[in-house]
Protein backbone atom coordinates (compact mmCIF):
# COMPACT_ATOMS: atom_id res chain seq x y z
CA UNK A 1 0.00 0.00 0.00
CA UNK A 2 2.86 2.80 0.84
CA UNK A 3 4.07 1.40 -2.18
CA UNK A 4 1.46 2.52 -4.21
CA UNK A 5 0.98 5.52 -2.66
CA UNK A 6 4.48 6.93 -2.97
CA UNK A 7 4.48 6.29 -6.53
CA UNK A 8 0.93 8.70 -6.95
CA UNK A 9 3.27 11.11 -5.44
CA UNK A 10 5.61 11.62 -7.96
CA UNK A 11 3.29 11.02 -10.74
CA UNK A 12 2.80 13.83 -13.60
CA UNK A 13 0.61 11.94 -16.19
CA UNK A 14 -2.53 14.33 -15.31
CA UNK A 15 -1.12 17.39 -14.59
CA UNK A 16 -1.58 19.03 -17.93
CA UNK A 17 -5.23 18.55 -18.04
CA UNK A 18 -5.73 20.01 -14.68
CA UNK A 19 -3.75 23.32 -14.98
CA UNK A 20 -5.69 23.63 -18.34
CA UNK A 21 -8.85 22.98 -17.01
CA UNK A 22 -8.07 25.83 -13.64
CA UNK A 23 -6.83 28.17 -16.63
CA UNK A 24 -9.76 27.65 -18.55
CA UNK A 25 -12.08 28.25 -16.48
CA UNK A 26 -10.91 31.52 -15.53
CA UNK A 27 -10.48 32.96 -18.90
CA UNK A 28 -14.02 31.26 -20.08
CA UNK A 29 -15.28 33.34 -17.01
CA UNK A 30 -13.38 36.58 -17.67
CA UNK A 31 -14.56 36.13 -21.58
CA UNK A 32 -18.17 35.87 -20.45
CA UNK A 33 -17.90 38.71 -17.61
CA UNK A 34 -16.82 41.15 -20.74
CA UNK A 35 -19.65 40.07 -23.12
CA UNK A 36 -21.72 40.67 -20.46
CA UNK A 37 -20.42 43.95 -20.14
CA UNK A 38 -20.57 44.91 -23.09
CA UNK A 39 -24.29 43.66 -23.72
CA UNK A 40 -25.31 46.08 -20.18
CA UNK A 41 -23.13 49.44 -22.23
CA UNK A 42 -24.84 48.65 -25.44
CA UNK A 43 -28.74 48.56 -23.61
CA UNK A 44 -27.36 52.18 -21.52
CA UNK A 45 -26.29 53.39 -24.52
CA UNK A 46 -29.23 52.88 -26.71
CA UNK A 47 -31.35 53.64 -23.31
CA UNK A 48 -29.31 56.98 -23.20
CA UNK A 49 -30.00 57.67 -27.03
CA UNK A 50 -33.61 57.71 -26.72
CA UNK A 51 -33.71 59.67 -23.41
CA UNK A 52 -31.99 62.48 -25.87
CA UNK A 53 -34.05 61.72 -28.67
CA UNK A 54 -37.21 62.59 -26.43
CA UNK A 55 -35.64 65.33 -24.58
CA UNK A 56 -34.96 67.11 -28.37
CA UNK A 57 -38.73 66.79 -29.18
CA UNK A 58 -39.15 68.67 -25.88
CA UNK A 59 -36.91 71.01 -26.80
CA UNK A 60 -37.98 71.46 -30.72
CA UNK A 61 -41.93 71.48 -30.52
CA UNK A 62 -43.60 73.32 -27.97
CA UNK A 63 -46.60 72.09 -26.18
CA UNK A 64 -45.54 68.69 -27.01
CA UNK A 65 -47.45 66.10 -24.93
CA UNK A 66 -45.93 63.44 -22.85
CA UNK A 67 -47.79 60.30 -24.66
CA UNK A 68 -46.58 61.95 -28.37
CA UNK A 69 -43.15 62.15 -26.14
CA UNK A 70 -42.99 58.86 -24.69
CA UNK A 71 -43.98 57.31 -27.96
CA UNK A 72 -41.16 59.06 -29.96
CA UNK A 73 -38.71 57.47 -26.97
CA UNK A 74 -40.48 54.05 -27.49
CA UNK A 75 -40.15 53.60 -31.66
CA UNK A 76 -36.31 54.83 -31.02
CA UNK A 77 -35.38 52.28 -28.42
CA UNK A 78 -34.08 49.42 -30.36
CA UNK A 79 -31.97 47.50 -27.26
CA UNK A 80 -35.04 45.00 -26.20
CA UNK A 81 -38.10 44.45 -25.83
CA UNK A 82 -39.97 47.92 -25.30
CA UNK A 83 -42.49 46.50 -23.30
CA UNK A 84 -40.15 46.46 -20.26
CA UNK A 85 -39.18 49.96 -21.17
CA UNK A 86 -40.40 52.33 -18.01
CA UNK A 87 -40.51 56.19 -18.77
CA UNK A 88 -42.30 58.84 -16.35
CA UNK A 89 -42.46 62.42 -16.76
CA UNK A 90 -42.35 65.27 -14.04
CA UNK A 91 -41.93 68.80 -13.84
CA UNK A 92 -39.64 70.89 -11.29
CA UNK A 93 -38.50 74.21 -10.94
CA UNK A 94 -34.83 75.57 -10.60
CA UNK A 95 -34.57 78.93 -9.71
CA UNK A 96 -38.08 79.92 -10.97
CA UNK A 97 -37.13 78.20 -14.07
CA UNK A 98 -39.64 75.44 -15.24
CA UNK A 99 -37.96 72.35 -16.42
CA UNK A 100 -39.74 68.69 -17.61
CA UNK A 101 -37.97 65.66 -16.13
CA UNK A 102 -37.89 62.13 -18.44
CA UNK A 103 -37.03 59.52 -16.08
CA UNK A 104 -36.71 56.06 -18.45
CA UNK A 105 -36.01 52.59 -16.71
CA UNK A 106 -35.24 49.61 -18.16
CA UNK A 107 -34.75 46.19 -16.55
CA UNK A 108 -31.81 44.57 -17.58
CA UNK A 109 -31.46 40.77 -17.36
CA UNK A 110 -28.08 38.30 -17.68
CA UNK A 111 -27.79 36.10 -19.44
CA UNK A 112 -24.72 34.05 -17.18
CA UNK A 113 -27.06 32.28 -14.58
CA UNK A 114 -27.10 32.22 -10.97
CA UNK A 115 -24.86 35.75 -10.84
CA UNK A 116 -27.74 37.63 -10.17
CA UNK A 117 -31.04 36.83 -8.68
CA UNK A 118 -33.13 39.84 -10.02
CA UNK A 119 -32.55 41.88 -13.23
CA UNK A 120 -30.59 45.15 -12.81
CA UNK A 121 -32.03 48.20 -13.42
CA UNK A 122 -30.33 50.45 -15.79
CA UNK A 123 -31.96 54.22 -15.68
CA UNK A 124 -31.44 57.21 -17.47
CA UNK A 125 -32.79 60.36 -16.54
CA UNK A 126 -32.78 63.78 -18.85
CA UNK A 127 -33.61 67.81 -17.73
CA UNK A 128 -34.89 70.03 -20.32
CA UNK A 129 -36.06 73.68 -19.91
CA UNK A 130 -39.44 74.41 -20.91
CA UNK A 131 -39.09 77.45 -23.57
Do not use: C, H, W
Amino acid sequence: MKRSVRGLLGDQSGSTAIEFSIVSLVFILTALGIFEFGRALNTRNQLSQAADYGARKLLTISGISNSAVETEIRSAFKAGPVANLTITFASESVNGAPFRVITMSYPFTLLIPGLVRNSLSLTVTRRTPLL
